[in-house]
């Protein structure tokens, strides 16, 4: 597969189920992927708090959930639920070619 100038290989689509969030590493940072129908979205896997793996964490109405603390982040946009304060989970743009997708070549999140 030709990957496009700026992007880079993150995963195999088919690998990844509807609404099962699945960790790779890119540029020393972990990632978490969903895919929600022909739709993948990629936030930073970590929690801002105390850096647990989010992927181990619920997906519930659009929220996610984060295992160790419960601090949810909407997925839409990354933002933080009520009851914590912190700051929003990083946004990567996403693309999907030949199968595959594709994350910023460097990693760089959406503003």
Same mark, same amino acid.
């Not at 100038?5 to 995963?11: L, R, S, T, V």
């Not at 699945?22 to 540029?27: G, M, P, Q, R, T």
């Given at each position: 597969m030709q990957t496009p *100038?700026?992007?880079?290989? *993150?995963?195999r689509l088919e690998t990844l189920t509807d609404g099962v969030p699945? +960790?790779? $590493?890119? +540029?020393r940072h972990l990632v978490l992927l969903l895919r929600d129908g022909g739709e993948v979205l990629a936030l930073q896997g970590t929690c801002p708090h105390q850096f647990a793996r989010l992927s181990q964490g619920s997906i519930v109405r659009g929220w996610l959930e984060c295992p160790h603390h419960r601090a949810r982040f909407r997925? *839409? +946009?990354g933002a933080c639920g009520s009851g914590w304060q912190l700051p929003p989970l990083k946004r990567y *743009?996403? $693309? $999907?070619?030949?199968?595959?997708? $594709?994350l910023p070549d460097p990693l760089v999140p959406l503003s």
């Open positions: *100038a700026g992007w880079q290989f *993150a995963i699945k +960790d790779v $590493l890119i +540029d997925l *839409a +946009d *743009a996403t $693309l $999907l070619h030949e199968g595959a997708v $594709l």
